[in-house]
């Protein structure tokens, strides 16, 4: 009886390559290893950690090495398992090792590279270097004569990584065919879990160096095959309209001083930010239909310094957090966290108020990783992060009702949580709070379906801002009674702005970034009025500073965007951009366009039926120049990590 033949793919699977590949990673993973050791003896000074925060370090660089490494990899993790079933004769190890070297061996150069590049710029390199790359191409003699013995002793490393990898053999053992089925599934299972970074809500982000275990060692976890790879590459453009930041500054010389407004003297008060989401300026006027969505927040602003030609500096909720809290305008389409520039050096709000003394603290109510917010909270200084985990952890028997809300906490248990939970902390505080519920899908809990009914609150987005009115005041009513309140300062801003209904017909640019700034104070130091002069996001830091008498010394820490919004003796600026088209400066009544491509500048007036700004006592060509210094501070600041006006004192 003739035999029929079995096809390849129904014999067992033979291990060789598989094992073979896994050999050279690990390989591979000690080599990126090795580099951050070079590069922890290079460029982090001694005895700054203890030893267990170095080797936390290193611990979590293997997070991102085995991201690169497995990415680099892929297509030979899918090629030995095609291979093992296949039982071939013409692929023989040393084709697997030339192409894992080929794939594997320029991205350890472009990390040993960064060895000797890090300390020009002080971060990690991205793909921001390819706008270098012709000058780099020119110096290239001068480079490699500098770094002769180092590019010796890569080669020789590099060499022998090489020679290793080509005399790996793998382990000949052979699995079921079954076996081998299941086998390939969990290879290709821990494959995406390991590029993914783990099985955490976000997948791996630049922000996650951050968090563990101390933020100044990103540079040292992170490794630049990583930077190359996943962190986002900006079109940024470099200008020279001006010799030097010296001379760009110049033309902003008065920023961030203080005409003694308030006075002088140093204060200690605690300070809320609240952080409204999706709030415009409308929110706190009357709907034609609808009626006002937030008659509580509207009632405070009445109570406060309110300013009515306030301006988001972007239109996302990430594009709010490095405004509000870093001081810096969103000035293009990424968002900031999310870029190598983050890698810049920055002195945040948060880290200038932990030096005086204050206990700094984040609350949103969405899971912990949403928006890589809590990443970002530990980056720029805050030294606790409220989010769905900690609530839950207090309040357990609270987290199956929430089960509802697609995003986290409904913002009325969660603002309770905080007003309860600011009682405890140490003062002074500073103390952020970002709201949630009036974030599509505009979920409200069901305990409250009658009270914020269809019929009387017909439209979903006003129906959640109403509800998010009636928490924030519940949480006043909480905090009129702890003893914190009395001495606490209120900044209310919203994120951004979402759906509204004022008509801008020559200004829609200015009506998608119109939102509701305010400050209230309930000791009465800063007295209730509404101000007419243009004010933006990234003025908070520069106000709050002046407002606690710490401008003389903290003046240097302030980025040049922002100005203190109680100190109205300067025109008030606001900086936007609208996508790739052009960059906007408002300036009381005035709006001057830089057309991206062509640089040609415009100044417009604002429409006075509509908007009743201060007259600018600026020139045209005056406003001209501060744009373009505000411009070129900006993209070049980013570009050469120096951003700030004034060396360190």
């Not at 982090?44 to 203890?50: E, G």
């Not at 010796?152 to 290793?164: E, M, N, Y």
């Not at 500054?249 to 200690?268: H, K």
């Not at 005086?356 to 909270?377: E, I, M, R, V």
Request: glycine share 4%; with cysteine.
């Amino acid at each position: 009886m003739k035999r029929t033949k079995k096809s390849v793919w129904s014999k067992p699977m033979r291990l060789d390559y598989l094992s073979q590949l896994l050999y050279m990673m690990g390989l591979t993973m000690l080599m990126y290893s090795l580099t951050r050791l070079l590069f922890y003896n290079a460029h982090i000074p001694a005895s700054t950690y203890d030893l267990a925060t170095i080797l936390g370090a290193f611990l979590h660089g293997l997070r991102f090495d085995l991201y690169v490494v497995l990415l680099s990899s892929s297509p030979l993790i899918l090629l030995s398992l095609i291979l093992g079933f296949a039982h071939q004769s013409y692929f023989k190890p040393k084709h697997l090792a030339f192409f894992f070297c080929c794939l594997n061996i320029p991205c350890m150069i472009a990390n040993l590279c960064d060895l000797a590049y890090y300390p020009f710029t002080g971060r990690r390199t991205g793909l921001e270097v390819m706008i270098y790359l012709h000058d780099l191409m020119e110096q290239m003699d001068h480079i490699v004569l500098r770094y002769i013995w180092e590019i010796l002793a890569s080669t020789v490393l590099l060499s022998c990584f090489a020679w290793i990898c080509f005399q790996v053999r793998g382990t000949t053992w052979r699995v079921s065919f079954t076996q081998s089925l299941g086998l390939s599934l969990c290879v290709l299972a821990l494959s995406v879990i390991g590029i993914r970074g783990g099985l955490q809500k976000k997948p791996l982000s630049i922000l996650h160096a951050y968090d563990w275990p101390h933020p100044d060692l990103a540079p040292m976890i992170l490794n630049t095959p990583y930077m190359l790879i996943r962190v986002k590459n900006v079109a940024m453009k470099s200008y020279s309209w001006f010799k030097s930041h010296e001379e760009a500054y110049q033309v902003l010389a008065d920023q961030g001083q203080s005409s003694g407004t308030i006075p002088s003297r140093r204060t200690e008060k605690n300070i809320v930010l609240f952080i409204l989401e999706s709030f415009h300026r409308d929110m706190l006027y009357a709907h034609p239909q609808y009626g006002t969505p937030a008659p509580f927040v509207a009632q405070l602003a009445h109570k406060s310094l309110f300013f009515s030609y306030a301006f988001a500096n972007g239109r996302r909720s990430i594009d709010a957090m490095p405004s509000l809290l870093l001081g810096i305008p969103h000035l293009f389409s990424a968002g900031f966290p999310r870029t190598t520039y983050f890698n810049n050096t920055y002195t945040a709000l948060p880290q200038i108020l932990n030096k005086y003394g204050y206990a700094t603290n984040f609350y949103h109510g969405a899971h912990n990783g949403s928006l890589h917010l809590d990443k970002f909270a530990k980056r720029i200084g805050f030294k606790k992060y409220h989010g769905f985990n900690e609530f839950a952890e207090r309040y357990p028997e609270k987290v199956d009702a929430q089960s509802a809300s697609k995003w986290g906490v409904f913002d009325d248990d969660f603002l309770n949580y905080v007003a309860l939970d600011l009682q405890q902390k140490q003062t002074p505080f500073f103390s952020a709070i970002f709201t949630l519920s009036s974030h599509m899908p505009y979920v409200i809990p069901e305990k409250y379906a009658e009270k914020f009914n269809t019929q009387d609150y017909p439209h979903e987005f006003y129906r959640s801002v109403s509800y998010s009115d009636y928490s924030i005041q519940q949480f006043f009513e909480v905090a009129q009674k702890m003893s914190w309140y009395k001495d606490t300062l209120f900044v209310f801003s919203a994120d951004h702005t979402s759906q509204h209904w004022s008509e801008y017909p020559t200004d829609s640019d200015l009506a998608a970034h119109h939102i509701p700034i305010f400050i209230y104070d309930p000791s009465g130091e800063i007295k209730p009025r509404v101000s007419s002069m243009v004010v933006q996001q990234s003025d908070l830091p520069a106000t709050l500073i002046d407002y606690l008498g710490l401008m003389k010394e903290e003046k240097y820490t302030l980025l040049p965007f922002g100005r203190s919004m109680i100190d109205e003796s300067h025109p008030g600026h606001a900086l936007l951009a609208i996508s790739d088209r052009e960059y906007i400066l408002v300036s009381d009544n005035k709006v001057t366009r830089l057309n991206k491509k062509d640089e040609g500048v415009v100044t417009t007036r604002l429409n006075h039926k509509l908007l009743h700004p201060r007259i600018s006592q600026e020139d045209d060509a005056s406003l001209a120049l501060k744009l373009k210094a505000y411009v070129q501070l900006h993209n070049n600041g980013l570009l050469e990590d120096h951003m700030y006006p004034y060396p360190n004192k």
